[in-house]
């Protein structure tokens, strides 16, 4: 056998090798699922967070308001609209934050408990998969209580 041929057919074992393993660690995986939105909905926090984002917006449009209405020029009231857009938007990521940081850690406390290996969006999911959702909302309110 030709050096090249023995070369190849060693790749092609290897190949074949990762190949099988990785099937058999697939098959070792648990999919579990949850509706995000209505975990985050369901969040003890949520609400509040909500009601704080909107004072946020409000605040954010008065100022541009403001500023827009010292101006005459349409470039300049487009540079205020975006940058109070922009700041709003900061704003509520910072009030969201700790809501997401919350619910990660109750979807991996979750999944570790019910040996859970991958945690997918049941909206992308066609079939199967263990519903973690209310797991995850049980959780998440025994934490923030």
């Given at each position: 056998?030709?050096?090249?041929?023995?070369?190849?057919?060693?790749?092609?074992?290897?190949?074949?090798?990762?190949?099988?393993?990785?099937?058999?660690?697939?098959?070792?995986?648990?999919?579990?699922?949850?509706d995000?939105?209505?975990?985050?909905?369901q969040?003890?926090?949520f609400?509040?967070?909500?009601?704080?984002?909107?004072?946020?917006?409000?605040?954010?449009?008065?100022?541009a308001?403001a500023?827009?209405?010292?101006t005459?020029?349409?470039?300049?009231?487009?540079?205020?609209?975006?940058?109070?857009?922009?700041e709003?938007?900061?704003e509520?990521?910072?009030?969201?934050e700790?809501?997401?940081?919350?619910?990660?850690?109750?979807?991996?406390?979750?999944?570790?408990?019910k040996?859970i290996t991958?945690v997918?969006?049941?909206?992308?999911?066609?079939?199967?998969?263990?519903?973690?959702?209310?797991?995850?909302?049980?959780?998440?309110?025994?934490k923030?209580?």
């Open positions: 056998m030709s050096r090249s041929r023995k070369t190849i057919s060693v790749l092609a074992l290897g190949v074949l090798v990762v190949v099988v393993l990785a099937g058999l660690a697939t098959a070792a995986e648990s999919i579990g699922v949850i995000p939105q209505k975990v985050l909905f969040h003890p926090k609400e509040q967070a909500q009601k704080q984002i909107k004072a946020v917006v409000e605040k954010k449009q008065a100022e308001k500023a827009m209405d010292k005459t020029d349409n470039n300049e009231k487009q540079k205020i609209f975006e940058t109070k857009r922009q709003a938007a900061r509520e990521q910072k009030l969201m700790p809501l997401f940081k919350d619910i990660d850690l109750a979807i991996r406390t979750v999944a570790k408990a040996k991958i997918l969006d049941k909206g992308q999911v066609f079939f199967g998969g263990i519903d973690l959702t209310e797991d995850v909302i049980l959780e998440l309110k025994k923030n209580s």
